[in-house]
């Protein structure tokens, strides 16, 4: 695409104005929500102390890292995310290893995904998400002339895949497996993978996620939870009935803002994977479809900005792009379905709005690197080198 010289000289904001306002929006909504949902847990548990405001704290804390974190990732030109990409990798999949070491890991429920920091916790397979957008999409620009191929172009991405997706399902965490596999599998295809050999794998994949739900005793419980949550309320069906609850119970306009029922103490995980339920109970409908709103329009500009690098021959920022507003996306949409009943129920938070610390810090990193292409993309078309 070739800008004219008017187009050029026509005043350009710095920066996407609306992508970052949504942004903080949906940030400032997760803490509001956080805080209501946790109320009655932090008063009632000795580990934070019986403070009701424990974790209002805590999730403000982290707000405020990642906010600094993203102003700090948004000074670095993707040409050194690109040259960084290989050996951040490999650094986010030495942290998968270091976390199934006993001692170092932390267990929380059966899983052992964190590794403790003592003032924090550390959640590796989050920062490994922001890993394979970056080296998926520096891996397609170098391969662009074997895309077609299924030994020169997928099978080495293939193999590294296989040794992630093993140490995340030692975790196990199913739920980032699933979404790094998504965003490997999107960036290679929008780099110009061959849509056959796309089809071909997309299928292997799909068995290969159905042999490992038949094969994993507690994951078929979900399944089978999920397709009947009704059938056993008080056991494996526990969090979604109680979640559908708060759905219904909030209609369209919800019964006000702090007067949930089911955070207090029956909706297990309200203030994490669980915060769109009390969202829908204390804000209704209309609050939820804000929310997918705002998700919707994060992607949207994702791959808007993605096209516009395109146009300019930018194509690793535009891969990064576009890889940035699928891991968005696909968590958003899994975490919806799961509160909604239309997914089985995984450990996934809502991006930007539910309690956590690696996973906000490495979201706000991914659109702090968004905003960075695309204000890389507005001094390109002022004329400018960046």
Known sequence: MFYTEARLRAPLADYDQGLVWV??????????????????????????????????????LFVAVSIAAAVAVFQVPLRLWQQAAPLLFLFCGALLVLVLFPGIGREVNGSQRWISLHFATLQPSELMKLAVVLYA???????????????????PMFVVMLVVGWLLLREPDFGAFVVITVIAMGILFLGGMNWRLFAGLFMLLLAGFVLLIVTSPYRLQRIVGFMDPWADAYGRGYQLSHALIAFGRGEWLGVGLGASVEKLFY???????????????????LGVAAIIAGF????????????????????????????????????????IGVNTGMLPTKGLTLPLVSFGGTALVSICCAIAILLRVDWENRQLMRGFTV
């Open 23 to 60: 942004t903080l929006l949906l940030l400032g909504v997760g803490l509001v929500m956080v805080y209501s949902s946790s109320i009655a847990i932090a008063e009632g548990s000795r580990f934070s102390g019986y403070q009701p405001t424990y974790y209002l704290l805590r999730h403000g």
């Open 137 to 155: 999409a520096d891996y397609t620009v170098r391969k662009a002339a074997h895309m077609d191929s299924l030994r020169k172009g997928f099978l």
């Open 267 to 285: 909706l297990p995980e309200a203030h994490t994977d669980f915060l769109l339920a009390v969202i829908a109970e204390e804000l209704g409908f």
């Open 296 to 335: 919707a329009w994060i992607v949207m500009r994702a791959f808007v900005i993605g096209r516009r690098a395109t146009s300019l021959e930018r194509y690793y920022p535009a891969l990064v792009a576009q890889g940035m507003g699928l891991w968005i996306g696909v968590q958003a949409i899994i975490n």
